[in-house]
């Protein structure tokens, strides 16, 4: 079983760049789909940018589409989110999270949803000041 821990998230201002790092440890990304999501108070967790098990194929949500990018490293063993633009919307606790597909053959499935991930980080929060 994959541990994550996510770093990286602070303070910015709007229209500022950060990037925010999950770190894979016990194994690496390479039998895992994995994806980012974020939660404001009061809401769902919502997924906004993921990658199937050979890490492609990415997934963004309209809010984040262009201005935020996922990637793996080459080790398979970091998860990135580049995030530009920054807004006040942008204002959450961002978690990383991996779904274990070893025991499948499946190569190209890159879920979104909460609901279909079983591993996760802590969190890292992000705000974004006007």
């Known amino acids: 079983e994959v541990q994550l821990v996510e770093s990286g998230g602070g303070l910015v201002q709007v229209g500022g760049s950060l990037r925010l790092s999950c770190e894979a440890s016990?194994?690496?990304?390479?039998?895992?789909?994995t994806g980012w999501f974020r939660q404001l108070p009061g809401k769902e967790r919502e997924g906004i940018a993921c990658?199937?098990?050979?890490?492609?194929?990415?997934i963004y949500a309209d809010s984040v589409k262009d201005r935020f990018i996922v990637f793996r490293d080459a080790m398979k063993k970091t998860m990135y989110l580049q995030m530009i633009s920054l807004k006040p919307e942008d204002t959450a606790v961002y978690f990383c999270?991996?779904?274990?597909?070893?025991?499948?053959?499946?190569?190209?499935?890159?879920?979104?949803?909460?609901?279909?991930?079983?591993?996760w980080g802590q969190g890292t929060q992000v705000t974004v000041s006007s």
């Open positions: 999270a991996a779904l274990y597909l070893g025991h499948t053959k499946i190569w190209n499935y890159a879920p979104c949803d909460a609901q279909s991930y079983d591993n």
């Open positions: 016990g194994s690496t990304f390479d039998d895992y789909a």
């Open positions: 990658l199937n098990r050979i890490g492609g194929s990415p």
